[in-house]
């Protein structure tokens, strides 16, 4: 009986149409677009001009996101082939720094199950607390 309950209101949410992504998650999406803007050149602007600071915009239908149909939020990141330029990173002794993305750049996406970042450029993942992992 819970089962056919909640099968009816993920049918009847469907139905009713969805108020789009959840705001946590946008700001989360936005926050990636600013660090990757950091590392990247002008392509990075097209390959994620959907990507932009609008409440009415819908972040589920942005380029590179898929979401839940039924609770909308996040639940794959397409993030590949970004190609993060290392050369502009900061640099220290005539020697460029390596790219390294934190962790808690994806702690708001409550729902996600995939993230693709091959050839992106990043030599590693950060984790907050401390742990590195190389990519």
Same mark, same amino acid.
């Given at each position: 009986?819970?089962?056919?309950?909640?099968?009816?209101?993920?049918?009847?949410?469907?139905?009713?149409? +969805?108020?789009?992504?959840?705001?946590?998650?946008?700001?989360?999406?936005?926050? *990636?677009?600013?660090?990757?803007?950091?590392?990247?050149?002008?392509?990075?602007?097209?390959?994620?001009?959907?990507?932009?600071?609008?409440?009415?915009?819908?972040?589920?239908?942005?380029?590179?996101?898929?979401?839940?149909?039924?609770?909308?939020?996040?639940?794959?990141?397409?993030?590949?082939?970004?190609?993060?330029?290392?050369?502009?990173?900061?640099?220290?002794?005539?020697? +460029?720094?390596?790219? +390294?993305?934190?962790? +808690?750049?994806?702690?708001?996406?409550?729902?996600?199950?995939?993230?693709?970042?091959?050839?992106?450029?990043?030599?590693?993942?950060?984790?907050?607390?401390?742990? *590195?992992?190389? *990519?």
């Amino acid at each position: 009986m819970e089962l056919l309950l909640l099968l009816c209101f993920k049918v009847l949410a469907q139905i009713l149409g +969805s108020k789009g992504c959840l705001r946590e998650e946008r700001t989360a999406l936005l926050d *990636i677009k600013a660090f990757l803007n950091a590392y990247n050149d002008s392509t990075l602007e097209l390959r994620l001009s959907t990507w932009v600071n609008d409440p009415t915009s819908d972040c589920c239908k942005w380029n590179h996101v898929k979401c839940d149909p039924f609770t909308n939020h996040v639940v794959k990141l397409y993030l590949q082939d970004l190609h993060v330029n290392p050369h502009s990173v900061l640099q220290y002794n005539n020697h +460029s720094m390596e790219v +390294s993305i934190d962790f +808690s750049l994806f702690q708001n996406f409550k729902e996600l199950r995939s993230l693709n970042l091959s050839q992106g450029g990043f030599q590693r993942l950060i984790h907050t607390e401390g742990t *590195i992992y190389w *990519i």
